[in-house]
Structure formats: structure tokens, C-alpha cells
């Protein structure tokens, strides 16, 4: 196998489990989508008061960022791991412990998402007082997630770390990878600090163009593959909310 180089896309990245087509969704999306919603809760104060606060003057707003911020955070598991398949061929080590890392990171990321809408629905069902009570005083619970902080804040640099040593993406690209470990983490967090700024704009920088690159190396999906997939989200959704 050959070391990858920055801009093109090895035979191993198209290949194996969840496919180019997935991977490269996720590359383009995650990042856009995880940046949608964190610029749809600026201004808001960054911890859990002034996030109910939000939520009760304007909750399609706020029930919007949170779920795009969510769905961005689970279509970053195929990305990570398109690039961790680049980094494998010449240093497997920093591709395996980087994608490990990242994932149990956006587990937990994806946890706290949970917990976040739940609060919302407090704020619903009991208004914003009782709602604000409740969670001040459950914050600190215990969780079997609170181990995944570590992998939040680490994962990034691992994976940042290792793509860079095997030549997988550039410096400049694998230093704004590595600022995804400064995103805030937690339940009910905004995004007036700048740091939450800058570390979805550096997952934009250094994966949507490795995702465009995933997307055009190869043929395209067959009109009916394409219709299969834009139908599943809205029966997705619809099952769902049935079940």
C-alpha cells in the first residue's frame, strides 16, 4: 500500500464498511451541520440557565441547533472513519487509537445531546422556573459517559496527530482538525465562546474538502440507490414518531 497524498484518495478509502458514498456524506455534512447549529444558538449564554432561557422565548430556534448540532455529530463517525482508513496503510497504531478515541468521544456527544432535548421537554411540561430547578440539581449525576470527556478532547488530537504523520492531510489541514478537541462539551452548552466557533470551522477546513474527493472518486450511485436514500429519512422519521 502507498502512503496517502493530500489531495488524492487511495483505493483503500473507497473501500470496506460503511462505504464511499456514506463516508463521504458524512465528511461534507457532518461539519456543515454541526456548525449550523452551533451559529444558531450564538448569543446565547453559554451554560444550562441561559440555554433553557433560550429554549423557552424561542424553542423552534433552539430545538433546531440542538438537532442539527446532533445529527452532525453522528455523521462524523463515517467521516473519522474514511480518515482513519487513509492513515491505517502506514501508521495503523495513531489510526486505530485516533478513530477509537473519536468515536467513543462522539458517543458521548451524542448522549449529552439526550440529556439537552430532555431538558427542553422540562421546560415544556413544567415551565422554565421548575425546569431550571430540576436540572441545577441533577447536573452533576452520575453517568457511565462522563469516562467518553477524556475521548472528546483527546480523540481529535490523536486523530490529527496520526493523519498528519502518515501524510494524510496537510499541516494547515490537520491543525484545524485538531481544534475539534477545543469544542465545548456537555449538556445545554451555547456558543458565545469563541473556541465554539473555530473548531467546527476547523472540521470544515480540514474534512469537507477530503469528502468532495471522496464523493468524486468514483461512479455515481444509480438513480434508484439515490431515491432509496432521500425516501428513507422522511419514512425514517415517520416510523419513528409511530413507534
Known amino acids: 500500500m502507498t502512503n496517502a497524498v493530500p489531495g488524492e484518495i487511495p483505493g483503500q ?22 456548525a449550523a447549529g452551533v451559529l444558531l444558538r450564538i448569543g446565547e449564554d453559554d451554560f444550562f440557565p441561559g440555554q433553557l432561557a433560550a429554549y423557552a422565548a424561542d424553542p423552534g430556534r433552539m430545538a433546531l441547533s440542538y438537532g442539527l448540532f446532533a445529527a ?14 487513509l492513515i491505517r496503510p502506514t ?11 473519536v468515536v467513543a468521544g462522539l458517543f458521548g ?7 439537552s432535548h430532555l431538558a427542553f421537554q422540562l421546560v415544556d411540561a ?21 469516562a467518553t470527556n477524556v475521548c472528546i478532547m483527546v480523540g481529535w488530537i490523536v486523530l490529527a496527530v496520526g493523519a498528519y504523520r502518515a501524510g494524510a492531510l496537510g499541516l494547515v489541514r490537520c491543525v484545524a482538525l ?3 478537541a477545543g469544542l465545548p462539551l456537555g449538556v445545554l452548552k451555547g456558543s458565545s465562546d469563541p473556541v465554539s466557533l473555530v473548531a467546527p470551522a476547523g ?8 469528502g468532495v474527493t471522496v464523493l468524486r472518486n468514483g461512479p455515481a450511485p444509480r438513480w434508484w440507490v439515490l431515491g432509496l436514500g432521500v425516501a428513507f429519512v422522511p419514512v425514517a422519521f415517520l416510523l419513528g414518531l409511530v413507534g
Not at 413544567?126 to 462522563?146: I, N, S
Not at 472540521?203 to 477530503?210: D, G, K, N, T
Open 13 to 34: 478509502v473507497s473501500g470496506g464498511v460503511p462505504g464511499r458514498w456514506v463516508e463521504g456524506a458524512g465528511l461534507v455534512l457532518g461539519p456543515v451541520l454541526l
Open 72 to 85: 452532525g455529530v453522528v455523521l462524523l463517525w463515517p467521516a473519522v472513519t474514511a480518515l482513519a482508513r
Open 91 to 101: 501508521r495503523p497504531g495513531w489510526a486505530r487509537w485516533g478513530l477509537t478515541l
Open 109 to 115: 456527544r451524542v448522549f449529552h445531546a439526550g440529556v
Open 126 to 146: 413544567l415551565g422554565p422556573v421548575a425546569a431550571q430547578r430540576a436540572v441545577e440539581t441533577t447536573y452533576g449525576a452520575f453517568h457511565v459517559f462522563k
Open 178 to 180: 485538531g481544534l475539534a
Open 203 to 210: 472540521l470544515a477546513v480540514a474534512l469537507v474538502p477530503l
